[in-house]
C-alpha cells in the first residue's frame, strides 16, 4: 500500500471528461512524475488530490484513509502540500513573511491565546520562526530574507513558492511545472533542491514539462492522454513506449 492511493478517478466538466478512470500508487519516499501533453488532465489531478474538485467517480486514499471530499485547508493540514502551476510568491511581502504564511496549516494557537497574546503563543511563534530561518537556509534563500519576494530573480521565486509549501511539514508534496520558464541553470538548482526535499524523507509527485528534470529525477513516470492513463514505468520504458512518443508527437 503507498503512502498515496488513487482508485478509478474520474471528473467530467459539463461533456469534457478531463480525468478518465485514472489509478496509480505514490510509494513512500518516492519521485513520481505525471507527464503528457497540454490539457491531458495533470493539473486536475493536483485539484481532486488536494480537496479543490470532487471526483465523478473514484477514491484518493492517503495512509489508508479517504480524503476525497475533504476540504483543501483539511487536505493541507493531514500532510499534503502543493504548488501551483504559474503562481509566485506574495510579492510584497518578504521571503521569510512568505515562509511563515506557509505554516499556517499546523498553527493550532487557541481563539483565547490570540485574544491575550500569551507567552505560550509568543513561544511558538519564536520557534516557527527559527524554523523558517532554518529552511531558507537549507535552500540558500537566506541572503534575501528581509527582501521583498519580487525583487529575487524568477528562479528563486519559484523556489520560494516550493520552500513556503515545504514549512507546512508536509509528508507529501505535489509540484505543479515547477521547472516552468526556469533558464538552464535555475532548473539545475531546481533539480538539487527537488533531491534535498526527498533527502528529507518527502514523497514527490512532479507534473513538469521538462523531460530534463523528469528523466533525471523521477523513480517512475506515470502517462496522461486525454484525461487517460495510457502508461507507466521505470523512465527507460517511458522513454521509449510508442503509446507515448505518439502522444506528444501527435500533438506538438
Ligand atoms: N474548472 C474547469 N472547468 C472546465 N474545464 C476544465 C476545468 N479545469 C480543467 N478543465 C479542462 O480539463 C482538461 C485538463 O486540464 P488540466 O489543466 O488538468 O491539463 P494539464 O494536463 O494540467 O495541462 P497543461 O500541461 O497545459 O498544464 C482541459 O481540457 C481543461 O480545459
Ligand atoms: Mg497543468
Do not use: W
Amino acid at each position: 500500500m503507498g503512502i498515496l492511493s488513487i482508485e478509478d478517478l474520474s471528473i467530467n466538466f459539463g461533456g469534457l471528461v478531463a480525468v478518465d478512470h485514472v489509478s496509480f500508487e505514490v510509494k513512500r519516499g518516492e519521485i513520481l512524475s505525471i507527464i503528457g501533453p497540454n490539457g491531458s488532465g495533470k493539473t486536475t489531478i493536483f485539484n481532486l488530490i488536494s480537496g479543490i474538485y470532487k471526483p465523478t467517480t473514484g477514491k484518493i486514499l492517503f495512509k489508508d484513509k479517504l480524503i476525497n471530499g475533504m476540504k483543501p485547508h483539511t487536505v493541507a493540514f493531514m500532510g499534503i502540500a502543493r504548488t501551483f502551476q504559474n503562481v509566485r510568491p506574495f510579492k510584497q511581502m518578504t521571503v521569510l513573511e512568505n515562509v511563515l504564511v506557509g505554516h499556517h496549516p499546523k498553527v493550532k494557537s487557541l481563539f483565547i491565546d490570540d485574544l491575550f497574546h500569551t507567552s505560550k503563543q509568543r513561544k511558538e511563534e519564536v520557534m516557527i520562526r527559527e524554523q523558517a530561518i532554518k529552511l531558507l537556509d537549507l535552500f540558500h534563500l537566506k541572503q534575501y530574507i528581509d527582501e521583498k519576494a519580487e525583487n529575487l530573480p524568477y528562479g528563486d521565486q519559484r523556489r520560494l513558492e516550493i520552500v513556503r509549501a515545504l514549512a507546512s511539514e508536509p509528508e507529501i508534496m505535489l509540484l505543479d511545472e515547477p521547472a516552468a520558464g526556469m533558464n538552464p541553470q535555475e532548473t539545475e538548482d531546481l533539480i538539487r533542491l527537488i533531491g534535498q526535499i526527498k533527502d528529507l524523507g518527502i514523497t514527490i509527485v512532479l507534473v513538469e514539462h521538462d523531460m530534463k528534470v523528469v528523466m533525471d529525477i523521477s523513480q517512475r513516470i506515470i502517462v496522461l492522454d486525454y484525461g487517460k492513463k495510457i502508461a507507466e514505468g521505470v523512465p527507460e520504458e517511458i522513454r521509449k513506449n510508442e503509446r507515448v512518443i505518439e502522444a506528444y508527437l501527435g500533438k506538438d
